[in-house]
């Protein structure tokens, strides 16, 4: 019989999210080094840094209402939408209201990981 892996749980806990800026909360989920998922919360009036970075993103908002700018344009996603930001876009999101988003990252994002 070959060695099964082991499957580990990360349970959603507010109170281990990280605040990298102001109206912006993060608690890193499960990751591989092939692929992380990633929950924000954001609180309405959030203007995120417009930023770039290598990784395929995923976006799926389990709450709220989003307004998102790239190079070829702007719209706004609501609860339940979901679309993919190609790597090495230039982009920034903002928070029409409270809400909330998972993200998934491929390759995992070393800058998110957590310390050893």
Do not use: C
């Amino acid at each position: 019989m070959s060695q099964m892996t082991p499957i580990e749980v990360t349970p959603s806990q507010d109170s281990g999210m990280t605040t990298p800026e102001p109206g912006l909360r993060r608690q890193v989920m499960s990751y591989t080094k092939d692929l992380m998922l990633v929950r924000h919360k954001m609180k309405k009036g959030w203007v995120g840094v417009k930023h770039q970075h290598p990784h395929e993103q995923m976006v799926y908002v389990v709450s709220g209402h989003l307004a998102f700018e790239h190079p070829g344009g702007k719209f706004e996603f609501k609860t339940g939408d979901s679309f993919i930001v190609p790597g090495n876009t230039d982009h920034q999101a903002s928070a029409l209201e409270d809400s909330e988003v998972l993200d998934v990252f491929t390759p995992y994002r070393e800058d998110y990981a957590p310390a050893s």
